[in-house]
Structures are given as structure tokens and as C-alpha cells.
């Protein structure tokens, strides 16, 4: 099998390029900087997809049966202008994709914002309607829609993997549960803005195997739920990695004492009926052993 992917230098990107790369995959990967991806055995195709000019032979020429596509350009620039610009970029890859070569199948990852930004909250399901007013998740939309059309025209298998709070080794340091390790490891200030907040928190490696089974499996186009089903209030996740590295959540403790964890509570989280009726004994990394995991190389 001949897989493509874009979003390789990322968070998720490398960890499933790494996880292809153990089983042997024929594997493309595509982008602006390969600099930072070291994995032998491995096709680079340097491509600036804003670039008008630039050149699809080689893909054309690898002829991919199967699209990963990770990437969106610019995190955390969520303008207007930035998510119209990966919109564009991403629709006119899969058209050149679907109309110049084999592709069977394309993978690309929505987001869990799509939900929250569409005033949905607690358990989301793929089947509800979502009206969305920010920018990101305007175009992540429209990249569904118009990609669903294309690729129903064509029938080619369409999976869209709406990612809820993917966390683990190589995450970015501001994100929530590196920045919280860093806090408690060098006694910082804790500063959590929404200590509240009810949020589906699953592991890199999760999601990794999740994607793979995607790859080898053959399942309906369509959207589909990543993350664990189960929501954890942000304070709880302070407690939790306070217990982590210092053996106890006395710190954690003291510092809600002093704050109103009742401030602006929105609790979303996944629904994964659909999921689990594809992939039969789904388990995920329990956060506890998640947080043990990422602390390994803090």
C-alpha cells in the first residue's frame, strides 16, 4: 500500500509517520520543511502549496492509494485569511488527487472545535447539525462538504476524524498538559482560566492506532468522533498531575482555595458509538498512564 501524507514535521504528523515507518508502509510525505522528520526509508517531497506554480508530477507519479492529510498551515494563526488560504490549498491537493491518480481513500483530521464553536455541548455526536461562527471552523467545514462532494462524484472513501484534546510526547509547550507538567516540575504560578472546562483528553497514541486502523480498514465516509468518550474537568487534570510528580494533589488544592472553579463551565466531550461499532475492544490510555508517559521526556 502506498500511502501520502501531509502534516508529517507535526505533532501527530511524526508520531504516526514513526508508527507507519515500524510496519513497513510505503509512505510519501509532503511539505514545506521536511528538515525535521529523520526516518529512513522515506519518500520527501518538498511542497508549498500556496505556491501556484508548483508541480504535482511526483505525486502523480507515486500514484497514492491511500491520503493522510494532517496538515494545516499557520497554528495558531486562526484568521480569516489564513483558514480561507488552507481551505483553497486543501481542495485543490484532493481534486488533483481524485481526477490524476488511483486514490481509493483520504484521511483528513476536523477538529472538536467544530462542535464548541457550533454552541453544541456535553456529548457531541457526529449526526448533529453544527452552525459554527469562527473562522477555523468555518473552513473545516467547507473543506468536508466540498471534499465529500468530490470525492462521492468519484467514489472514493472520504473519513473525516474530528479530533477532540490530542496530548503526549512532542505536543507543543502552551498546550494544556505540557505547559500544567512544566508548571508543577518547576513550581510556577498555575494560571488556568477556565478551571471548569469539561474536555475529552486522548492520548497521541490513541489516535495513532486509531488513523492506522483507518488506513488498513475499509469503512463508510463520512465523520467520525476521535477521543475517549469521557470528559475531565480542568481542575481535576490539575489534581491529577500534581498527584502525577509530586505524589499528592496538595498543591493543586490549595490553588482552587482561591479561585471560582464554577467560572464559565463548558463541558463537551465525544460521543464514540460510531467509532467503537468499526473497531472492535477500543481502549484508551488512562490519563493518569498518559501524563506518566509524556513525563519521560519533560
Given at each position: 500500500?502506498?500511502?501520502?501524507?501531509?502534516?508529517?514535521?507535526g505533532?501527530?504528523?511524526?508520531?504516526?509517520?514513526?508508527?507507519?515507518?515500524?510496519?513497513?508502509?510505503?509512505?510519501?510525505?509532503?511539505g514545506?520543511?521536511?528538515?525535521?522528520?529523520?526516518?529512513?526509508?522515506?519518500?520527501?517531497?518538498?511542497l508549498?502549496?500556496?505556491?501556484?506554480?508548483?508541480?504535482?508530477?511526483?505525486?502523480?507519479?507515486?500514484?497514492?492509494?491511500?491520503?493522510?492529510?494532517?496538515?494545516?498551515?499557520?497554528?495558531?494563526?486562526?484568521?480569516?485569511?489564513n483558514?480561507?488560504?488552507?481551505?483553497?490549498?486543501?481542495?485543490?491537493?484532493?481534486?488533483?488527487?481524485?481526477?490524476?491518480?488511483?486514490?481509493?481513500?483520504?484521511?483528513?483530521?476536523?477538529?472538536?472545535?467544530?462542535?464548541?464553536?457550533?454552541?453544541?455541548?456535553?456529548?457531541?455526536?457526529?449526526?448533529?447539525?453544527?452552525?459554527?461562527?469562527?473562522?477555523?471552523?468555518?473552513y473545516?467545514?467547507?473543506?468536508?462538504?466540498?471534499?465529500?462532494?468530490?470525492?462521492?462524484?468519484?467514489?472514493?472513501?472520504?473519513?473525516?476524524?474530528?479530533?477532540?484534546?490530542?496530548?503526549?510526547?512532542?505536543q507543543?509547550?502552551?498546550?494544556?498538559?505540557?505547559?500544567?507538567?512544566?508548571?508543577?516540575k518547576?513550581?510556577?504560578?498555575?494560571?488556568?482560566?477556565y478551571?471548569?472546562?469539561?474536555?475529552?483528553?486522548?492520548?497521541?497514541?490513541?489516535?495513532?492506532k486509531?488513523?492506522?486502523?483507518?488506513?488498513?480498514?475499509?469503512?463508510?465516509?463520512?465523520?467520525?468522533?476521535?477521543?475517549?468518550?469521557?470528559?475531565?474537568?480542568?481542575?481535576?487534570?490539575?489534581?491529577?498531575?500534581?498527584n502525577?510528580?509530586?505524589?499528592?494533589?496538595?498543591?493543586?488544592?490549595?490553588?482552587l482555595?482561591?479561585?471560582?472553579?464554577?467560572?464559565?463551565?463548558?463541558?463537551?466531550?465525544s460521543?464514540?458509538?460510531?467509532?467503537?461499532?468499526?473497531?472492535?475492544?477500543?481502549?484508551?490510555?488512562?490519563?493518569?498512564?498518559?501524563i506518566?508517559k509524556?513525563?519521560?521526556?519533560?
Amino acid at each position: 500500500m502506498k500511502i501520502l501524507l501531509s502534516g508529517g514535521s507535526g505533532f501527530i504528523g511524526k508520531n504516526l509517520l514513526n508508527f507507519l515507518s515500524q510496519n513497513n508502509e510505503n509512505i510519501m510525505v509532503i511539505g514545506r520543511n521536511l528538515n525535521s522528520i529523520k526516518i529512513d526509508k522515506l519518500n520527501k517531497l518538498k511542497l508549498d502549496l500556496n505556491n501556484p506554480d508548483a508541480s504535482y508530477d511526483e505525486i502523480i507519479k507515486y500514484n497514492p492509494d491511500v491520503f493522510v492529510h494532517l496538515a494545516w498551515e499557520g497554528i495558531p494563526d486562526y484568521s480569516e485569511e489564513n483558514c480561507r488560504k488552507n481551505y483553497f490549498n486543501t481542495v485543490k491537493l484532493i481534486r488533483m488527487l481524485v481526477n490524476s491518480t488511483s486514490c481509493s481513500k483520504i484521511i483528513s483530521t476536523g477538529s472538536c472545535w467544530e462542535y464548541n464553536d457550533g454552541k453544541i455541548i456535553g456529548k457531541c455526536k457526529e449526526s448533529q447539525t453544527i452552525n459554527p461562527s469562527k473562522a477555523f471552523s468555518i473552513y473545516k467545514k467547507k473543506v468536508f462538504q466540498e471534499v465529500s462532494k468530490i470525492t462521492k462524484d468519484k467514489q472514493i472513501t472520504f473519513n473525516w476524524l474530528r479530533l477532540f484534546y490530542v496530548y503526549g510526547p512532542g505536543q507543543k509547550e502552551n498546550s494544556i498538559i505540557p505547559m500544567l507538567i512544566n508548571t508543577f516540575k518547576n513550581n510556577k504560578p498555575i494560571n488556568i482560566h477556565y478551571p471548569s472546562n469539561k474536555n475529552d483528553f486522548i492520548y497521541v497514541g490513541d489516535v495513532i492506532k486509531i488513523i492506522g486502523e483507518f488506513i488498513s480498514k475499509d469503512c463508510p465516509s463520512g465523520i467520525y468522533n476521535v477521543g475517549t468518550g469521557k470528559g475531565i474537568m480542568v481542575y481535576e487534570l490539575l489534581k491529577i498531575i500534581d498527584n502525577v510528580i509530586n505524589g499528592n494533589n496538595n498543591l493543586a488544592v490549595e490553588y482552587l482555595k482561591n479561585i471560582d472553579i464554577n467560572k464559565k463551565n463548558e463541558s463537551f466531550f465525544s460521543c464514540t458509538k460510531k467509532l467503537k461499532k468499526h473497531f472492535d475492544n477500543l481502549e484508551f490510555v488512562d490519563i493518569k498512564d498518559g501524563i506518566n508517559k509524556m513525563l519521560k521526556i519533560f
